[in-house]
């Protein structure tokens, strides 16, 4: 079974840009999460979708970071224009609604950087 | 609201030395904790959970933590390390009745020396 990915693995943009991180939960996993990490900061919740509505997006920095969910599948995390705070690594996780250990599955991350 | 403490941002250790990483959280009702390792180039793994019951927890690798509630501790601990646990470790707690979202600490980073 495949894990969580995500794509692309890097991307270097200039500040005024758009970029779009795209993740792909496991297959039948309801719940979707994006984390991020800033360099040298902890890892911090932006969002959760449940299929595909947004049930908490209390983490989500500002109005320049849109996340969408169509169809409960796959997400996407467009931000636009992109500021050099926004560098650093976007996690995506996946969890199934009652399954076992209520774990989320992490995937590589997609390391961001605002040049 | 939720906050997770990892003290040691760095720990370098030996080969076959015992390890604990220290974890303090801070939360309003009984947490679930979480450790997580992530090795270069993967995502986070699931090392070991507490959500209830027995205080000492089992995980992979051969990995244990325990929850400490007097303490608001859940350290993790290896009996002997060895070189492929080289990585950063993560401790986190959950919040449960907010589906799920997990609140992080900054990560630990261990080295393993020869």
């Known amino acids: 079974e495949a894990g969580v990915t995500q794509f692309p693995s890097h991307s270097v943009i200039e500040k005024g840009q758009t970029v779009t991180l795209r993740c792909d939960p496991i297959s039948g996993h309801d719940n979707l999460y994006w984390y991020r990490r800033v360099m040298g900061k902890e890892i911090k919740f932006l969002l959760h979708f449940v299929k595909e509505s947004k049930q908490d997006e209390s983490g989500m920095p500002n109005n320049r970071f849109l996340a969408e969910r169509t169809g409960g599948t796959y997400s996407t995390l467009k931000v636009q224009p992109a500021e050099l705070e926004d560098s650093g690594v976007y996690f995506c996780a996946s969890r199934l609604t009652g399954g076992p250990n209520n774990e989320q599955f992490f995937g590589p991350g997609t390391r961001l950087t605002v040049l | 609201a939720q906050s997770v403490t990892q003290p040691d941002i760095h720990i370098t250790v030996s080969e076959g030395a015992s390890l604990e990483l220290r974890c303090n959280y801070s939360y309003g009702a009984t947490p679930y904790l979480f450790w997580y390792v992530q090795s270069p180039g993967q995502g986070l793994q699931l090392l070991l959970k507490?959500?209830?019951?027995?205080?000492l927890v089992q995980g992979i690798k051969g990995f244990e933590a325990e929850f400490k509630r007097s303490q608001s501790s859940f350290n993790l601990r290896k009996p002997s390390v060895h070189w492929s646990d080289a990585a950063e470790y993560f401790c986190a707690v959950g919040a449960y009745n907010a589906g799920n979202m997990l609140t992080f600490g900054g990560g630990t980073r261990l080295m393993v020396k020869p």
């Open positions: 507490y959500f209830s019951g027995d205080t």
